[in-house]
């Protein structure tokens, strides 16, 4: 029934449409070979045909009134349309942003790791970075990107510090004349024919590192004492500078670990080994702070917990230890709307100290160390904007909506509130 009823007046409501349209149609021409429209162009005929289907009323000049209320709503409808309409415009022009999260599917990618790192106890010809990961590829005294500057206890730069390549030892010349007979100094056993000449400490470590010998006290070697190095480390503790570590790594995207650690590292037969005898005699302080610690190039937004954070020892016991952060990288693809993709990566963190001294029984190696796992979750964050025909629609609703509000709180106050109060002044309202 409902139906049938629903069928007729669709029926009935197209034989309207068809009748008032032929009516329109049969009553232009008769408009238009009227004696008023004679000579009258054909488009300006046309403008006028269109009068028929205005319904945009105007009101006469002399019917309308203005009053205080009328201009008073009229003010505040002003400022209500320009608040909602910036708003609006601000909410447009706001990127919206939106996660997904699928499996990691990255094969054969490589890990860029930004570090910027404060020592403000220990100099820079102690400091060493090294890294290892899980893959067995492991990077000893990393020079490559890294570089190191001297600061005071502070965390500023020193005056007069250059900026140079982290690990790069100091020039030492060799006193002179050389004391060795006929110019060829001895290699100190190390030699493979016995004609071999070593005139510099540096000559005898290559020769024990070709003969695969562990050379581990410099004290001993004449051409070391001669030129002033009596330690495997290039260089002396020197308790008046700090030291910045800053640059950026590039290994395998495998899980691993970087090491900001005092003294030399090396590898012997297979095995890594680490000297520590330039600070042998001496309780360095490892407070720093991580100025940055980014894995990839950051997006807008992003925030890495470590940047900025600083680790302080709060008595001498804690001065040296193990400070180990536990880093959890998490593959993150940003994209931008109508532009480019970025690969980068975020991360979180914990942070767990130990308290180890080598020159009072220690068993721990004293540094700052990154241990970092990826995850298997891959986050993409995109941006997008709204609609420009949405936006449009939303200026129309609130310009409309403001007006009606405003028209109908004017003709309220105008034909009950103001009248009411006349009639009161009159004596006709009790």
């Not at 056993?189 to 400490?201: F, L, P, S, Y």
């Not at 490892?286 to 990839?296: A, D, E, P, Q, Y």
């Not at 767990?352 to 298997?376: E, I, T």
Request: hydrophobic share 40%.
């Amino acid at each position: 029934m409902q139906k049938s009823l629903r069928r007729r007046a669709t029926a009935a409501a197209a034989v309207a449409v068809a009748v008032a349209v032929a009516v329109a149609v049969m009553t232009l021409p008769q408009r238009a070979t009227s004696p008023e429209r004679a000579g009258v162009p054909p488009y300006a005929r046309f403008m006028r045909s269109l009068d028929a289907f205005s319904r945009m009323m105007k009101v006469p000049e002399d019917l309308r009134t203005q009053s205080t209320v009328g201009g008073t709503i009229s003010l505040i409808s002003f400022v209500v349309i320009s608040v909602l309409f910036l708003t609006e415009l601000a909410s447009y022009l706001t990127p919206q942003r939106s996660t997904t999260l699928s499996v990691d599917a990255g094969v054969g990618e490589t890990l860029t790791i930004y570090i910027d790192v404060d020592f403000p106890h220990v100099n820079c010809e102690l400091m060493g970075v090294d890294a290892l990961d899980i893959g067995g590829t492991v990077q000893l005294e990393i020079t490559n990107h890294m570089f190191k500057t001297a600061i005071d206890h502070d965390g500023r730069r020193v005056q007069g510090s250059l900026r140079s390549k982290l690990g790069e030892p100091p020039r030492v010349m060799p006193p002179s004349p050389s004391p060795w007979p006929n110019g060829c100094g001895s290699c100190m056993g190390a030699g493979i024919t016995g004609k071999e000449c070593c005139n510099t400490c540096t000559d005898v470590r290559k020769m024990y590192e070709k003969r695969g010998w562990l050379l581990t006290d410099l004290s001993g070697i004449p051409h070391c004492v001669r030129e002033g190095i009596t330690t495997l480390t290039p260089g002396q503790y020197d308790a008046r500078f700090g030291c910045n570590i800053h640059g950026h790594i590039q290994i395998s995207k495998v899980a691993g670990r970087i090491n900001l650690t005092p003294g030399h590292s090396f590898e012997f037969h297979g095995h890594t080994l680490h000297d520590l005898s330039a600070v042998r005699d001496h309780t360095l302080d490892l407070s720093h702070r991580i100025n940055k610690l980014w894995f990839g190039d950051p997006y807008p937004g992003q925030v890495n917990p470590l940047d900025g954070v600083s680790k302080h020892a709060k008595s001498a016991s804690d001065a040296m230890g193990a400070h180990e952060y536990f880093i959890r990288v998490v593959p993150t693809t940003y994209k931008w709307p109508f532009s480019k993709t970025l690969r980068t990566n975020q991360y979180s963190q914990s942070y767990f100290f130990r308290k180890s001294d080598p020159s009072k029984g220690g068993q721990l190696m004293p540094g700052v160390f990154l241990n970092y796992d990826l995850s298997p979750i891959h986050v993409e964050v995109s941006e997008s904007r709204g609609s420009f025909l949405h936006f449009l629609v939303q200026l129309c609703a609130i310009i409309g909506g403001v007006f009606t509000v405003a028209s109908m709180l004017s003709t309220f106050m105008d034909d009950v509130v103001l009248k009411a109060m006349r009639k009161r002044r009159m004596g006709k309202l009790m």
